[in-house]
């Protein structure tokens, strides 16, 4: 019996089979009795299993991996995600040589990892078909993410991005796959811990009930524990690291009960913010090299942020951890590199995005950052001024220093100091950078008050 997700070819051109496709065909299946007896069997057979050949080679099924390959890479794709098909057999072999600590020494799997695992889930959790697809396909799929979060348990401690990532996806509220089953009822709803008493990563609601089913299987295999063991007592760390860590939470944090959070997140956000923290300037300027083209900084403290409003001071918390924020991109400011300043550039233009935002939107009283917060701290901090000193002689840097002092100027926060100092920067430089700064003027002069206009009017003569 084959269940297969299919990318939009009609099924009665091939040979009976039970599958889906962008239309939502469907053939007969046998639905979902024999899947107990199925685990049962199974778990039998694990420990009798070989898991290596007579070389001592891992055994690893690349008969079905070539299958799933050729099969999601048609213009025509084929996702197959019925029990005891290519999708589960490479995910439960997978997990059982990540077990025994012989998927690295197996190629395939790694393979499967980067290619075939990655470009199935994308597809069967965030393509535009999902809604096409019957209750039948979706409860597989379902299945099929329950196996993939137990492979990321598995892994969770060796810092794999790439499962990292599909753990993401798969605890993504906004993906299709959870926002067309955001109706479903939750199965289930914790696990039994000692005395009898039962733990409870995500409680049950009327809406989002399968997203609660994945954390709370997330949380009754120990996932939970794990991330807070790698974060707080696992070693080396990075902000990438940290980033990819945090982010599947922060997405969900919306139905994790605030006991989960508070055991479980409470410590990593004291941990994050002592690594952090415990930077030096050389290992901060190495850190914003390698990240020179992301937001993990910025990402981090989202995510922290959304775990802390679950927590019963959560306002409090959320204010610590903008303050933290702060003072993190002012720290990135005055690393000595092209890089670093992008970095904070950026970072300080997230956070303008932001409280422009939410003071259009009537910003929450738990709001602590506002906009004019936001043009005090630039104009206490002489943001201008430190940016001002180089890397003027590139657009991009110009570009995102313009939409800084838009911000000021718009919050009235521009002085004729600030003036002077955008003035004096382009005074006996290269053409270049005259050209950029006049440029620069140009653009802002729309926003100027007329007392800055004749100020500036003052300089060119």
Partial sequence: MTVSVRGGIPLDQTPPTDGTNQEGEQQEGEGESSETTQEINEGENEENEVLVDENGDPIFPVEELGKLDEMITRQKWVVPVLPKCELEVLIRASIKLCQAGLDTHSEPCQRFFREGLTMSFQKILNDDAVHSWKYEIQRCIYDSTKLLIELCVTKLTQDWFVLLD????????????????????????????????????????????????????????????????????????????????????????????????????????????????????????????????????????KALKSLAAKLPKGEDVGKDLETFRLKMIFRLLQVSSFNGKMNALNEINKVISSVSYYSQRHMDDEEWLTADKMAEWIHENDVLSIVLKDNLHQPQYVEKLEKIIRFVIKEKALTLKDLDNIWSAQAGKHDVIVKNIHDLLAKLAWDFSAEQLDHLFECFQ
């Avoid at 089953?181 to 005395?195: D, F, S, Y």
């Fill in 166 to 301: 599909m753990l993401a996806l798969a605890l993504n509220p906004h993906c299709r796959f959870h926002i067309y089953n955001a109706g479903r009822a939750a199965v289930n709803c914790g696990r039994g811990g000692q005395g009898g008493e039962t733990e409870i990563f995500a409680p049950p609601r009327t809406s989002k009930g399968w997203l609660i089913d994945f954390v709370n299987h997330f949380g009754m295999l120990g996932g939970f524990k794990l991330v807070q063991e790698r974060i707080c007592e696992g070693g080396s760390l990075s902000v990438s690291l940290l980033a990819a860590l945090i982010r599947p939470f922060g997405q969900c944090a919306q139905v994790l009960c605030s006991g989960a959070v508070k055991k479980y997140f409470l410590p990593i956000i004291e941990c994050v913010q002592k690594f952090l923290d415990d930077l030096t300037n050389e290992e901060l300027k190495k850190e914003t090299k390698n990240e020179s083209k992301s937001d993990s900084l910025s990402s981090i403290i």
